[in-house]
């Protein structure tokens, strides 16, 4: 199966900038979806953003404008820019992998703390 592996979390002030990586144990060049979620304590998960082998991206309305996916297939990456943090951005954020045939595969999860 896919192992996938985040980094980059961390405690950031209100307004402040994050990047997110996810590394993958294989090619995902193959893969047809990565992704990004987050769980706040209490919260159900959600999807924050999505990008497809074709390069589409979808996001969550909460983020557009203010994070960016991306997915380097060179690298076996997956990435997630996060700007203009808010405090209702604190959750623990899951890298997440579906592949036709395989189904979904989800990292350990990396925190995310907005706070000043």
């Known amino acids: 199966q896919v192992q996938l592996v985040e980094s980059g979390g961390g405690l950031v002030h209100p307004g402040g900038s994050l990047r997110l990586s996810c590394a993958a144990s294989?090619?995902?060049?193959?893969?047809?979806?990565m992704g990004w979620y987050r769980q706040a304590p209490g919260k159900q998960r959600e999807l924050v953003a999505a990008?497809?082998?074709?390069?589409?991206?979808n996001y969550a309305d909460s983020v557009k404008g203010r994070f960016t996916i991306s997915r380097d297939n060179a690298k076996n990456t997956v990435s997630l820019q996060m700007n203009s943090l808010k405090p209702e951005d604190t959750a623990l954020y899951y890298c997440?992998?579906?592949?036709?045939?395989?189904?979904?595969?989800w990292g350990q999860g990396t925190q995310v703390t907005v706070s000043s």
């Open positions: 997440n992998a579906y592949q036709v045939g395989r189904g979904n595969f």
């Open positions: 990008i497809v082998s074709g390069g589409i991206t």
């Open positions: 294989e090619s995902i060049f193959s893969i047809l979806r």
